[in-house]
DNA sequence: GTCGGTGCAAATGCTTTGCATTGAT
DNA sequence: ATCAATGCAAAGCATTTGCACCGAC
C-alpha cells in the first residue's frame, strides 16, 4: 500500500537516529548541539506522536530536564526548519506538533461533538498529492488530510 | 434596513439561501439577525473564498460598513457555528476562513518557498473521506486537505 | 576564548471579554 | 419593554524576543 518510493539517500536518513538527523541538521547552519536541544528532542520522541508546546514542557519536567519554554519553542522551530516535526493545527488556540521524520505521514480525523481524535493512515493521498504536483509542476513536500465527523458515539442531540 | 443590492447573478444566487441559512440558525437559537451580521456575510460572500479576520474588516470598510472588530469575530463565530464557513489553518499565527456552506470543498497547495498559494479540487478526496468514515462507522461532515510543495518558479536555493 | 545558547521577564499580536449603551423584535 | 448585540478598551494567551549570563566547540 506504499505509496512513494523512497530513494536511497531518504532510506539511509531514516535508518540513523533522530537525534544524528537533528545534529547533522545544526552542523549544517553552524550551531551547536546542546543538552537541553537533546533533551526536547528526547521528550518529543518519549511521547510519540501529537503534542503541544505545553505538553512538551510537562514531559521534559517529568524526565527530570530542566529546558525554559523559550528554549522549548527555539528548539521546536528548529526541529520544524529540520523537517522532523510537522505542525498540525486543528485550532487556531495553539499549534499541535507531530514527530514525521522517517515515518509514513499520518492523517486525522476529528469529531466535532466530542472532540475524539482517530488517527489514520492513507497511502492513496500521498498517490493524489503526487499527482496533483506533477499537473501543475511543483514538487511535493508533504500534505495534511483532516476530516470532520461525528463519531457513533456521540449524543444524538 | 438596507440591504446591498447584488451585482452579479452569480451573487444573486447565492446571497439569497446563505443569508436565509444564517437568519435561519441564529432563530433557532433564539439570536437576531442584526445589520452588523449581515454585513459581515455579506462581506465574506463578497470575497468568495480565503479570508482572514484582519482583511474581513478592510472589505467591510471597503463597502462603507462599519463594524466592530469585535463583532467581526463573533459573527465569523457564529457562521462557523452555523456551518457556513470553516477554518483552514496554515500557520499558527493567525487563522483563515473559508465560505463553504453550498460549496464543493476546497483544497490548498501551499508554497514552501513562496507562500504562493494555489486552490484546487478533488472530488476523489471526498469518495476517500466517505469511504474511511464508513469503515469506522462515523459520519462524515467535511474535510481540509493541503498539500506543501515547492512551486516551479521559487528560486533554487 | 568565542560566539551562540539559555533563562527570565517583558513584549507581541491575534482573539476574546466586561461593561455601558444601542437596537431588534 | 425586554434582552440580546454592539463598540470600545482592556484582558487573555500562545508564542516570540531583548538582554545579561552561561556553556559548547
Not at 531518504?10 to 544524528?20: K, Y
Not at 487556531?92 to 493512515?121: N, W
Request: with cysteine.
Amino acid at each position: 500500500m506504499s505509496a512513494t518510493q523512497p530513494t536511497s539517500s531518504e532510506m539511509r536518513q531514516q535508518m540513523a537516529p533522530l537525534c544524528s538527523v537533528f545534529r547533522r541538521y545544526l552542523k549544517s547552519k553552524g550551531l551547536k548541539y546542546t543538552t537541553e536541544r537533546a533533551d526536547v528532542l528526547d521528550a518529543i520522541i518519549a511521547r510519540d506522536g501529537l503534542f503541544e508546546a505545553e505538553e512538551l514542557l510537562l514531559e521534559l519536567r517529568k524526565r527530570g530536564h530542566r529546558v525554559s519554554k523559550a528554549t522549548s519553542y527555539r528548539t521546536i522551530s528548529l526541529l520544524l526548519e529540520a523537517g522532523i516535526i510537522v505542525q498540525a493545527l486543528f485550532d487556531s488556540k495553539q499549534a499541535h506538533y507531530q514527530l514525521i521524520y522517517g515515518k509514513e505521514p499520518r492523517d486525522h480525523m476529528v469529531c466535532m461533538k466530542t472532540g475524539t481524535l482517530v488517527e489514520f493512515h492513507s497511502p492513496e493521498l500521498t498517490a493524489v498529492r503526487n499527482r496533483i504536483c506533477r499537473e501543475l509542476g511543483w514538487t511535493p513536500v508533504g500534505h495534511r488530510f483532516q476530516i470532520y465527523a461525528v463519531s457513533p458515539n456521540a449524543p444524538k442531540t
